[in-house]
């Protein structure tokens, strides 16, 4: 029996009349022998047109329709919201895209735009006839969210959605949470402590009934799909039982090993046995087995000793634990380029030139210098500061092109409180030029500048060397166009963001895309910035572009709120137009197992087939193309209906 | 194996001991330095403008005729060496300009030509572990400043000569001839070049600062591959000392002086008499004579 066809066609103003003769159209395609209804309108994704359709339906009894109109990415939807209203299945419903693919790339040539438009309806018209009425494939749902990264993002999202009522699980791979943050002095542009706020928010999460915490822990094994991950954790041996530890911290002081401490950005230094940074969330020390007298030789069991709980267990072993959860924000947060990579600035061989970072923990007052700013090489306060920005941002032809974005106004803050510490002492500041495009930024650089007398000069610097005890600078100010030369006591770089260690490989366990620099990328950059091109995986702070803390809550808070609405219902509906497996002719030869870049496919070994992962497949139509047999197909874009469009336009 | 050498208009005048040196010392390392044929003036300046391809025609020239000897060019001069490499991996790597320089010079030369500085032939063909095993006199007790300049190593992704920042080939080389290399922060700065004869005063600031910082750093004897480097921080020595009062002026040598002196040249054969500070004193002193 033939199906009774409706063909609509849009005039999207001007958009497609303008160079399609829509009425003529409508005409030629009305004379079709299936087609029951054929009719033009203004704008059919308007209330009136959708109503047309609407109309038309139930008047004329159509079991089949054809819009033609701008891309489906705009308007499929609406249309096939519209025709469920009228009862008929929205599969049944097909765009014909005669806007971006048709009028707006023929402008001068009217009349072939015309005959084109016409036949890319009949080409529609051709998929229509043989569409199949599916339902959309519904998932059963996993309401946990896991949360990688333990700094202010991974914070933030993991409080938003466990206040939303939302298990998390929060994974940091450091003894303790808080990232780069928990190494901040104070914050730009009010100047507030930075560590005070970030320890309450570090306390929430450690209490919150709906967190768990595994510190000092990896995401080894990732598995499923949005809605059903399955993971595999593994929880490093910390060899202190955290059930018994107090964190009174008698073994932090009775442990005779000390090496440099990575979070003192090696100004510091830490015991063999000790927590990240005094205070820290959780507080419970950590063994570091590679510089423990026991595990190197047995030599020590100091700390084992004086622990009044007897937590000390140096046979632990690393745990590994099975969760299962429904969706994953990677909060991976950022490192700052390596200066041993900068041969200008003295390959990280002048202990006078330091990084923001170090700085950062040099003005801290549970710093390594107390908060006392003092030359790393002898101790003494610096009477002349170089701070330079852009260190490594915006160089495209040897290191990275974008602006890492913060630089701009922590060094107007580090000079600001250099210059409170200090104030006979002069700071210099190179720079490009500042940005200071958020709240209350501008405002306070200007008031920097004004108050507290700082030197900004506009330019690079081309080299930085030792010289005579000081670090001596040389570089350009490009408004007087004069060389510049300090001979600095030190050197503060404003190195680039750069993503953190590791990311790389995480991202690929979770089959997630990483730009040229290591970022992870959002499925669009304006209109879903938060989510990643996986399903289920969303980003949150510096893992996906450079940010300040201002933006980086907002966008975990805005991951958080996306993934609540993810997890509001416990069913997930997925689009039905996948690939399918005619059982009959499948021989089990497993191409598009290895082909299938989702894992969608996968073998059946007692009937020695293949079959789909309706859940997992995308549609991508990568195993149709491969399979030697045909066995594979497109629902509702059957190698049938695919033949039989093309034919009308040859 | 002998090298197709491009001498360059200099070592043809004001550095011929730089030349002769060169020669000689070659010999008793076991090769010949071969003169190329019809060799002309390299431009003395790679064009900064894309489509001047005028300037590119002297060294295409001298890339083209020296393919018709052999397959590595060597030189030693640092300015001639920025120019021909630059040249030739230019030709190597855009077509269309290497048709119209073809076209041009009515030859048909692809690039395929290796040019290397005579100390990259030291280090990659002799090995500098083999020098010193070749050195009769060592030249210890001499604290030399291995000053590179800017030709030998920038641009980085063209000349790829060392690292771009800290180098050490140069340091390498002295080591081996038993020298102490000084390390100076001033060694890849520019000498001043051409501002010497437009705005001499320039070009005596910078090779002032590049000498003083050597010898702050404990440098007794300065060492260049380059004649106009040499130039600038050697002959203008003089006006550094009359602005300058308490300036003390230290010799300048040319890498193959010292290579000529460890290796047991004659010093009479080593060409001192056309350095502007008299090295005498100070190799008398070192008990090399």
């Known amino acids: ?650 | 194996m002998d090298y197709l050498y491009f001498p360059g208009c200099t070592l043809y005048t004001k550095a011929k001991n730089f030349d002769q040196t060169a020669r000689n010392c070659s010999r008793l390392l076991g090769f010949e330095l071969k003169e190329m044929k019809n060799w002309t003036c390299c431009g003395a300046a790679f064009p900064l403008a894309t489509d001047n391809l005028m300037a590119l025609l002297p060294p295409s020239r001298i890339l083209a005729t020296a393919r018709e000897e052999g397959t590595v060019l060597t030189t030693l001069c640092a300015v001639c060496f920025n120019v021909i490499k630059r040249t030739n991996r230019l030709i190597q790597e855009d077509g269309e300009k290497r048709d119209k320089i073809n076209n041009f010079i009515e030859k048909n030369y692809q690039g395929d030509l290796q040019v290397l500085h005579y100390l990259e032939i030291l280090k990659k063909e002799i090995g500098f572990y083999q020098l010193k095993e070749k050195v009769r006199k060592p030249l210890e007790g001499l604290k030399a400043a291995a000053y590179y300049g800017c030709m030998l190593l920038r641009p980085f992704e063209e000349m790829r000569f060392d690292d771009k920042e800290n180098p050490k080939l140069f340091e390498e080389f002295l080591e081996a001839l038993g020298t102490q290399a000084v390390e100076f922060p001033y060694k890849i700065e520019c000498c001043g070049s051409f501002q010497s004869v437009g705005s001499p005063d320039v070009a005596t600031e910078c090779a002032y600062k590049i000498l003083g910082s050597a010898i702050k750093n404990g440098a007794e004897a300065m060492v260049s591959t380059c004649p106009m480097c040499t130039f600038n921080i050697d002959h203008k020595q003089a006006d550094i000392k009359q602005k300058y009062l308490d300036f003390k002026p230290i010799p300048v040598f040319y890498f193959t002086q010292l290579l000529g002196m460890a290796m047991g040249l004659d010093p009479q054969a080593l060409g001192f008499d056309q350095n502007a500070v008299d090295p005498m004193p100070l190799l008398k002193e070192k008990g090399f004579l």
């Not at chain 1, 910035?529 to 940010?547: F, M, R, W």
């Not at chain 1, 219902?569 to 399918?580: G, R, Y």
Request: glycine share 8%; charged share 25%; hydrophobic share 35%.
């Open chain 1, 1 to 650: 029996m033939k199906k009774r066809l409706g063909v609509f066609i849009c005039h999207c103003g001007v958009n497609i009349a303008g160079t399609v003769d829509v009425k003529s159209v409508a005409e030629k395609i009305g004379k079709i022998e299936d087609v029951a209804h054929s009719t033009d309108y203004i704008y059919m994704c308007s209330d009136p047109g959708q109503q047309i359709i609407r109309d038309a339906i139930r008047e004329k009894s159509l079991d089949g329709v054809v819009v033609a109109c701008c891309s489906p990415s705009m308007h499929e939807n609406t249309f096939r919201k519209a025709v469920r209203s009228q009862g008929m299945n929205p599969y049944l419903c097909e765009i014909a895209n005669i806007r971006e693919q048709c009028s707006w790339v023929h402008q001068k040539e009217k009349e072939e735009a015309t005959q084109k438009a016409e036949e890319i309806i009949q080409a529609t018209l051709e998929k229509v006839r043989k569409n199949d009425p599916l339902e959309a494939i519904s998932v059963a749902i996993n309401r946990r969210v896991l949360v990688i990264g333990g700094g202010i993002a991974g914070i933030t999202a993991s409080l938003d959605l466990a206040e939303g009522g939302y298990e998390v699980i929060l994974l940091e791979r450091e003894e303790a949470l808080g990232g780069h943050m928990a190494q901040l002095s104070r914050t730009f542009p009010d100047l507030d402590p930075a560590f005070s706020g970030l320890h309450l928010k570090a306390l929430e999460v450690e209490k919150h009934p709906k967190i768990h915490l595994y510190c000092y822990s990896e995401l080894e094994e990732v598995k499923g799909y949005v809605g059903n991950f399955e993971l595999i954790l593994r929880k490093k041996a910390t060899s202190v039982n955290e059930k018994k530890c107090t964190g009174c911290g008698l073994c932090i002081e009775n442990c005779p090993v000390e090496f440099a401490s990575v979070f003192e950005r090696g100004m510091g230094m830490r015991k063999a046995i000790d927590t990240l940074y005094p205070s820290s969330v959780p507080n419970k020390p950590v063994i570091h087995r590679e510089h423990c007298r026991f595990f190197i030789d047995g030599s020590c069991h100091r700390c084992e000793e004086v622990c009044p709980e007897k937590a000390i267990d140096f046979k632990q072993e690393d745990e590994r634990i099975l969760e299962k959860v429904g969706a994953i924000v990677v909060a991976t947060g950022y490192e700052l380029y390596p200066k041993e990579k900068l041969g200008e600035y003295g390959y990280g061989e002048i202990s006078d030139v330091i990084d923001g970072i170090a700085f950062e923990r040099m003005i801290s007052p549970n710093g390594p210098t107390k908060g006392k700013i003092i030359r790393p090489s002898d101790g003494k306060v610096p009477k002349e500061m170089v701070f330079i920005q852009c260190v490594a941002s915006r160089d495209p032809d040897r290191y990275m092109p974008y602006c890492s974005r913060i630089c701009c106004m922590y060094t107007a803050k580090h000079a600001t409180i250099y210059k409170e510490q200090v104030p006979d002492g002069q700071p210099y500041i190179f720079y490009m030029d500042v940005r200071s495009d958020c709240k209350g930024y501008e405002e306070f650089l200007q008031k920097t500048i004004e108050e507290k007398g700082l030197l900004y000069l506009r330019g690079r610097v081309s080299k930085v060397f030792q010289d005579d005890g000081r670090v001596r600078v040389l570089g350009v100010d490009t408004l007087t166009g004069k060389m510049v030369e300090v001979a600095a006591d030190m050197v503060v770089l404003a190195t680039a963001m750069i993503p953190s260690d590791g990311v790389k490989d995480l991202a690929a366990k979770l089959r997630a895309t990483v730009d040229r620099h290591g970022f992870l990328t959002e499925a669009h950059i304006k209109l879903y910035p938060v989510e990643s091109s996986t399903k289920g995986i969303y980003l949150a702070g510096c893992g996906q572009s450079p940010k300040d803390i201002s933006d980086t809550v907002s966008q975990a808070s805005a991951t958080a709120s996306k993934i609540q609405a993810l997890l509001s219902t416990d069913k997930l509906l997925q689009d039905p137009l996948i690939a399918f497996v005619d059982e009959g002719i499948c021989s089990g030869c497993g191409i598009c197992v290895e082909i299938c870049p989702y894992e969608a496919r996968e073998m059946e070994p007692h009937r020695g087939i293949s079959v789909v992962h309706s859940a997992l497949c995308q549609g991508c139509g990568a195993c149709i193309a491969s399979c030697p047999n045909n066995a594979c197909e497109l629902r509702n874009a059957s190698a049938n209906q695919v033949i039989r469009m093309l034919d009308t336009f040859i």
